[in-house]
C-alpha cells in the first residue's frame, strides 16, 4: 500500500491525500503485524478441532484405492510408503500408481467360509457343554417381531366398534 502511494505522489507531484487520517493507517499496520502469531494460532486449533489422523499402511497390505477419473474404489496393495501422506500402490488390474492418502483406505478383513464355519462349530460346543445353562430355551415374548436394533414391534391397536 505504501508502495501505492509513493507511486501515486510521484506522478500528481504531490502529497497523495486519503480519506483516513495517518494514525489510523499506523495503528492497521501494527495491528495486522501483531496479530498475525495469535490468529495462526486461532486457526490452527480450529482446523485441528474437527480433522482426523488416518490408520498406519504398511508395504504388502491390501487397500482400497479411489480412481480419480470415475471416483470408484478399486482395490490393490500397497507397494511402498514415500512419505507420510502418499504411497505407491499397485492396483488388481495391474497398474501402479501413486496415491495420496486420502485417496487411500484399508481393506475390511472378510473371514473365510472355513472361519466362519469354525467360529460357529465352537459355538455349537459351548451350548453343547454340560452344566452350562442352555441358549436354546426360549422367552415368553419370543414370538413377537424384533427389530435389527432390538426393538420390539407391537402390532397396531385398532378400534373396534
Do not use: C
Not at 495420496?100 to 469354525?118: C, F, G, M, V
Amino acid at each position: 500500500m505504501e508502495n501505492l502511494h509513493r507511486q501515486l505522489n510521484f506522478y500528481w507531484a504531490g502529497k497523495y491525500k486519503t480519506t483516513y487520517p495517518e494514525d489510523f493507517q499506523e495503528k492497521r499496520k501494527k495491528k495486522n503485524t501483531t496479530n498475525i502469531s495469535e490468529t495462526r494460532r486461532t486457526n490452527k486449533a480450529r482446523y485441528d478441532r474437527d480433522s482426523k489422523l488416518l490408520p498406519n499402511i504398511v508395504p504388502g497390505q491390501p487397500v482400497y484405492v479411489r480412481n480419480p477419473i470415475t471416483n470408484k474404489w478399486e482395490p490393490g496393495t500397497v507397494k511402498s510408503m514415500e512419505s507420510q501422506q502418499s504411497a505407491n500402490l499397485e492396483l488388481e488390474r495391474g497398474s501402479s500408481v501413486r496415491r495420496n492418502r486420502l485417496d487411500i483406505r484399508e481393506t475390511p478383513i472378510k473371514k473365510s467360509p472355513r472361519q466362519e464355519a469354525s467360529v460357529q462349530d465352537q459355538i455349537n460346543e459351548d451350548e453343547s457343554q454340560p452344566g452350562l445353562p442352555s441358549k436354546s430355551t426360549t422367552s415368553p415374548d419370543s414370538s413377537k417381531h424384533r427389530t435389527r436394533s432390538g426393538r420390539l414391534v407391537k402390532p397396531p391397536l385398532k378400534l373396534d366398534l
